[in-house]
């Protein structure tokens, strides 16, 4: 091929979420100018972006192609390839099928006047999540109930230890599990529990308060707090609608036997007596 393509520098490392930028060195070695396309290929094609799709090279002459990459933190650590096809537009050379003749079935780099230039491109390894307690406040009578949630926003698994503890008064906190691991991209809960060391039936609500402790494998430690109200097993407006319902029947009792009941009565009497009339 007149014109061969390599990248510089031929290996890089990547950090997630973090532009990083190779460049394509071409080449022509031969007696007339040649043009070229170029197309992202490998395993990170995806996050690469070529500064042009094409170029023209005239003989002897070096074009270099800025490449970026950006791979972002669902990428997991390890080692890819970066690729680039450089693909000849038009190939003089006799016997040589061009870049249009080659088959869709073929992979690019194996099609006739196409090369690709590789780079090996090391993913770093990034830890990073976000954790969260929710409901940040629960409420009811005989527990409070609320989720830890983990999210991995890194590309390697994440493993945190949870300890949970009650601030101000003998409540007891139960955690589902005391560690969770999750993978990249992925979210994980834990269920947690705030008892309460009695209820009752009737008065105001109390508020219990706890804090949740939490350490990463790589020594990250973060501190949730929460809160369990506790409130009566009979809601506070029970008491006043049971009131105002025993009013209304005593209103309703008196408006009876005082008007109803002998309006009632005398009509019934006056109905008695015209039938007896006209009888």
Known sequence: ????????????????????????????????TRTVTLAASGDLSDYVRLDSSTATVDTNQIVDISVSVFVPSTVVAGTYTISADVAIVQDSLDGEATDSEATDSEAAHDQPGVEAATAVAVVL??????????????????????????????????????SAN???????????????????????????????PATYWSGPAHDHHFTLDTTSVEGRSDELTGTFQQRPRLPNWVGPAAAGA???LLLGMIAWFALLRPWVQDTADDAAADAIEQD
Do not use: W
């Open 166 to 196: 009650a601030t101000d008064d003998d409540v007891t906190v139960q955690l589902g599990d005391t560690s969770m691991t999750v993978e990249p991209g992925l979210t994980g809960l834990v269920s947690l529990r705030v008892e309460p």
């Open 1 to 32: 091929m007149s014109v061969t393509a390599k990248f510089v520098p031929e290996q890089i490392e990547l950090l997630p979420n973090t532009p990083a930028t190779v460049t394509l060195r071409l080449y022509n070695d031969d007696a007339e």
């Open 246 to 248: 025993g009013a209304a």
């Open 125 to 162: 390894a990034y830890s990073d999540y976000t954790i969260a307690l929710q409901p940040a406040c629960s409420h009811g009578a005989t527990a409070g109930r609320h989720i830890v949630r983990m999210a991995n926003t890194g590309n390697v698994v994440v493993t945190v230890e949870l």
